[in-house]
């Protein structure tokens, strides 16, 4: 079984964290039933951008990254308060072990803010946040990252993208690369994405 950690800050951005959930979970109930998704946050109790609260299964200090195959983040709002959590050492050390291991790393949005911070990307190509006048991506570039203005950028084993619009796109990237692509085709295929 392949684990995924999805990795919760406060203020994040539901939709960009249930493209996850359910292409992981239609994965595992329908595709070929190797994925499992569990939620990690930085607190027992978080609060979405736009105000629900969400009870994480695990927290940080409660995770062992030996047992995940993957890391995956959806952005949020700095005035809900995303960035206290995500730019926190503990989350910071999460992604840094991800990479040190050479796990999959897949952010949308500005969760390639904190996946630069943590010094990961120095000298790697990402993309983060594209409208605003550029204003995420331009913050990419002091952590030593090689800003490409593009949906989804993937430099080895982390992925990253522009903005919302996108989540799918990198959810589904994610599970071809810890399945097949044909397998995550076919799962495409039955959620009504493609009619191949």
Same mark, same amino acid.
């Given at each position: 079984?392949?684990?995924?950690?999805?990795?919760?800050?406060?203020? %994040?951005?539901?939709?960009?964290?249930?493209?996850?959930?359910?292409?992981?979970?239609?994965?595992?109930?329908?595709?070929?039933?190797?994925?499992?998704?569990?939620?990690?946050?930085?607190?027992?109790?978080?609060?979405?951008?736009f105000?629900?609260?969400?009870?994480?299964?695990?927290?940080?200090?409660?995770?062992?990254?030996?047992?995940?195959?993957?890391?995956?983040?959806?952005?949020?709002?700095?005035?809900?308060?995303?960035?206290?959590?995500a730019?926190?050492?503990? =989350?910071?050390?999460?992604?840094?072990?991800?990479?040190?291991?050479?796990?999959?790393?897949?952010s949308?949005?500005?969760?390639?803010?904190?996946?630069?911070?943590?010094?990961?990307?120095?000298?790697?190509?990402?993309?983060?946040?594209?409208?605003?006048?550029?204003?995420?991506?331009?913050?990419?570039?002091?952590?030593?990252?090689?800003?490409?203005?593009?949906?989804?950028?993937?430099?080895?084993?982390?992925i990253?993208?522009?903005?919302?619009?996108?989540? =799918?796109?990198?959810? %589904?990237?994610?599970?071809?690369?810890?399945?097949?692509?044909?397998?995550?085709k076919?799962?495409?295929?039955?959620?009504?994405?493609?009619?191949?």
């Open positions: 079984m392949k684990k995924v950690l999805l990795l919760l800050a406060n203020g %994040f951005e539901a939709v960009e964290a249930s493209v996850f959930t359910d292409v992981i979970g239609w994965n595992r109930l329908s595709g070929d039933g190797s994925t499992q998704l569990v939620t990690v946050g930085t607190r027992d109790k978080l609060e979405c951008t105000n629900f609260t969400v009870i994480p299964e695990m927290t940080l200090d409660e995770v062992d990254v030996d047992d995940f195959d993957a890391l995956a983040i959806p952005g949020g709002f700095e005035e809900a308060g995303f960035y206290q959590d730019y926190s050492e503990e =989350f910071l050390d999460i992604i840094r072990k991800f990479d040190q291991n050479k796990k999959m790393i897949a949308i949005c500005v969760a390639s803010l904190p996946v630069a911070k943590s010094g990961v990307l120095n000298g790697r190509k990402a993309t983060s946040y594209n409208l605003n006048e550029g204003i995420r991506q331009k913050q990419l570039a002091p952590y030593g990252v090689q800003v490409v203005n593009q949906p989804i950028v993937i430099d080895k084993n982390i990253t993208s522009y903005n919302p619009s996108t989540a =799918f796109d990198v959810a %589904f990237k994610l599970l071809e690369q810890l399945t097949s692509e044909e397998n995550c076919y799962v495409k295929k039955i959620m009504g994405f493609s009619k191949e």
